[in-house]
Nanobody
Framework: QVQLVESGGGLVQPGGSLRLSCAASGFSLDTYAIGWFRQAPGKEREGVSCNSNRDGYTYYRDSVKGRFTISRDNAKNTVYLQMNSLKPEDTAVYYC???????????????????WGQGTQVTVSS
């Protein structure tokens, strides 16, 4: 059974850091592209970052460039999203998603991804 499980969300003050984890089971992440999405209340789900297994390319949306870093640990079948210098506008439910053999780009859409985690809440507030 293909499953993704996120963890690591929580409440953090502006300027703080969190590391989200996305653990996969039932399939090997090294043949899949991984995307991180987020959805704030009343807003559409948006792509935050994507790492392609095909060419190693990593995409970040402009608002998180230089603050967020996506990484993989294939031995643990886990992907991480390190989030630094967090801002209140980063508050959202964060989801990881996977799709087999995909090229990441700024045009990533949630409909491209076939497997999803349950989401983890990130709240940035003083």
């Amino acid at each position: 059974q293909v499953q993704l499980v996120e963890s690591g969300g929580g409440l953090v003050q502006p300027g703080g850091s969190l590391r989200l984890s996305c653990a996969a089971s039932g399939f090997s992440l090294d043949t899949y592209a991984i995307g991180w999405f987020r959805q704030a209340p009343g807003k559409e789900r948006e792509g935050v970052s994507c790492n392609s297994n095909r060419d190693g390319y990593t995409y970040y949306r402009d608002s998180v460039k230089g603050r967020f870093t996506i990484s993989r640990d294939n031995a643990k079948n886990t992907v991480y999203l390190q989030m630094n210098s967090l801002k209140p506008e980063d508050t959202a439910v964060y989801y990881c998603a996977a799709v087999w053999d995909y090229y990441c780009s700024a045009y990533m859409k949630h409909s491209d991804f076939t497997s999803w985690g349950q989401g983890t809440q990130v709240t940035v507030s003083s």
